[in-house]
């Protein structure tokens, strides 16, 4: 029904300022009545980090930053969702304008800065939804003037466990001030031994809280090479590849807006992040799961990311574009690919991961 009305809707919302339209859209969707996911097709679950998934395809942290409306979008039929940013003290994130459509290129420009009502809401609103079904995570971050940022990622952790199934930790978001430093092999080792730490106490006697690391697609494949290192070290449960680019291709048609500040998600980050989801998965040599994110528009793209190395795959830009009836759309197309090369999600992960790299998907 919702993504019937979704022409309609789009004409009104992008008629708007694109931060008031996401506003108006959170609001919408708290007015619905939560109801149960449509039940997904068997070929389409997913088991790793010790879960079911009834399906690969998630929603991507920034829609829900406030972490209001988790059940609702579980409804549109993903098959898990990624809330926040969600950082310890509330902080207002940088001044607006601050998000901007790139519409010819089906791209989104961000540079909120990690605006956030703060850790206490989140949990509050979180501890009201306890129980009910669906794999919820949520991102995480430090607050921008904050002088111990390891310690809000830990706290964050030590607040949260117990009411999601998984935590992303992000140290790739390009929007606040020295938040990549955290990608340095140095400090990302002590963040994460922090975080795993943290994550150990908390869930003493109660299932385990995944912990994943997010990471950017602007790295150097010898950053790459540190960051898997350590991550797998450290006891990563998994890593989230990619965050948003700083890079502006060429090929951008909106060229006043692609001068604008921020990180570029959408269809131009396709690539960069499928190559650099591809060389992670090289890496890791399937010790760990990997979640895809950068450009998922279509049922291809989303199989292109799993034949990269994607165990599951996240998606939000493209809903601007498309409408929530995307969710739907690509799982009735990763049902036809399947029939057509006759396999399945899990034989096809990674097999073209070396190709990919290489540029050739």
Not at 106 to 111: G, H, T, V
Not at 126 to 133: A, E, I, N, S
């Amino acid at each position: 029904m919702i993504g019937n009305l979704f022409p309609l809707a789009k004409s009104v919302l992008h008629a708007l300022d694109p931060e008031t339209a996401h506003q108006l859209t959170i609001k919408g969707l708290s007015l619905l009545p939560v109801s149960a996911p449509p039940k997904d097709d068997g070929r389409l679950a997913v088991d790793c980090f010790g879960r079911h998934f009834p399906n690969p395809v998630g929603l991507a942290a920034g829609l829900d930053k406030q972490c209001e409306v988790p059940d609702q979008l579980l409804s549109l039929g993903f098959g898990f969702v990624e809330l926040g940013g969600v950082v310890p003290k509330p902080q207002p994130g940088n001044p607006r304008p601050r998000l901007f459509r790139l519409t010819r290129d089906e791209a989104i420009i961000n540079r909120f800065g990690l605006n956030s009502e703060g850790l206490d809401a989140a949990r509050q609103r979180l501890l009201q939804r306890r129980g009910r079904p669906g794999i919820v995570g949520v991102n995480i971050g430090a607050n921008k003037d904050s002088a111990d940022r390891v310690g809000d990622y830990a706290l964050c952790i030590e607040q949260l466990c117990g009411l999601v199934d998984f935590l992303t930790i992000n140290v790739s978001s390009p929007n606040t001030p020295g938040l990549r430093d955290l990608q340095g092999e140095a400090f990302l080792d002590d963040l994460l031994g922090r975080c795993i730490e943290a994550r150990d106490k908390a869930d003493q006697g109660r299932a385990r809280t995944i912990i994943l690391l997010k990471i950017a697609p602007d790295i150097s494949l010898e950053t790459l090479d540190a960051i898997v290192a350590t991550a797998l070290k450290r006891g990563i449960d998994g890593l989230t590849v990619s965050n948003t680019t700083v890079a502006r291709p060429e090929s951008l048609k909106e060229k006043t807006l692609a001068a604008e500040t921020g990180g570029l998600s959408g269809k131009p980050l396709f690539v960069p992040s499928t190559k650099i989801l591809a060389e992670t998965f090289l890496r890791v040599e399937r010790k760990i799961p990997l979640i895809g994110v950068g450009g998922v528009d279509s049922a291809e793209a989303a199989w292109a990311k799993i034949r990269a190395g994607a165990n599951l795959v996240q998606l939000y830009s493209a809903m601007v574009y498309k409408g929530p009836g995307l969710v739907n759309d690509i799982k009735s197309g990763l049902l036809r690919i399947l029939e057509r090369e006759g396999t399945t999600l899990a034989k096809a992960v990674g097999r073209d991961a070396a190709a990919i790299a290489q540029g050739r998907f």
